[in-house]
């Protein structure tokens, strides 16, 4: 495993995840899609800076958006993305005398 190509590929989507913005965004629409407004108004953050961040996330293939109208709704790309977050927010909630 430590010579597979994919490696460098997923060392740079945990980068990315790495900035709390980002990931506070790709959370934000795990459960279902949500307009890019009720992103930044829900993280208190500027619009601008959403779609920017989004920008960098739908290249990485974790989101996905649609056009409904004047909204683009983002929504986590897939069920691997949703699971691996969710998975990695459950571990980490973990009473640490379970991980023993």
Request: glycine share 4%; with cysteine; aromatic share 0%.
């Amino acid at each position: 495993m430590q010579s597979d190509p994919l490696i460098p590929e997923l060392a740079d989507l945990f980068r990315l995840l790495g900035d709390t913005t980002r990931l506070r965004i790709v959370i934000a629409c795990m459960q279902e899609p949500v307009a890019v407004g009720d992103i930044a108004a829900r993280l208190e953050l500027a619009p601008t800076l959403v779609s920017h961040h989004l920008r960098l996330l739908r290249a990485a293939r974790l989101v996905k958006s649609e056009r409904q109208g004047r909204h683009v709704l983002v929504r986590a790309a897939d069920q691997h993305v949703a699971r691996m977050l969710g998975d990695m927010l459950e571990h980490i909630a973990e009473p640490q005398g379970e991980l023993e």
